[in-house]
Nanobody, 126 residues
């Protein structure tokens, strides 16, 4: 069982940066790959980024590649999403999630994630 709590969201201007954190409880955190998803008003939830259980491999959606960086610290049971050069279209509720998928191809699909946080709001003004 993994309990996830996101933090770090807020209201920023276009071009600013934010770092989201996701704190996990449970001794099995390091055995899960972790992902960030987001859901904008009126849209479906979409994949943002994922990191393997060791932190050695990361994956990002094309819309955020080069601007967002996912990382994790297994000693702190925490996964991060560093968001730079934010745009108004990045406005959404951001969720972290844990997956036991053995294949990286599974990281992109929310149906493969076993545990979810409650979400944190990110609003980017123009």
């Amino acid at each position: 069982q993994v309990h996830l709590v996101e933090s770090g969201g807020g209201l920023v201007q276009a071009g600013d940066s934010l770092r989201l954190s996701c704190a996990a409880s449970g001794r099995t955190f390091s055995t899960y790959a972790m992902g960030w998803f987001r859901q904008a008003p009126g849209k479906e939830r979409e994949f943002v980024a994922a990191v393997s259980w060791s932190g050695g491999r990361t994956y990002a959606a094309g819309s955020v590649k080069g601007r967002f960086t996912i990382s994790r610290d297994n000693a702190k049971n925490t996964v991060y999403l560093q968001m730079n050069s934010l745009k108004p279209e990045d406005t959404a509720v951001y969720y972290c999630a844990a997956t036991g998928s053995p294949y990286a191809s599974g990281y992109y699909y929310q149906s493969n994630y076993n545990y979810w946080g409650q979400g944190t709001q990110v609003t980017v003004s123009s």
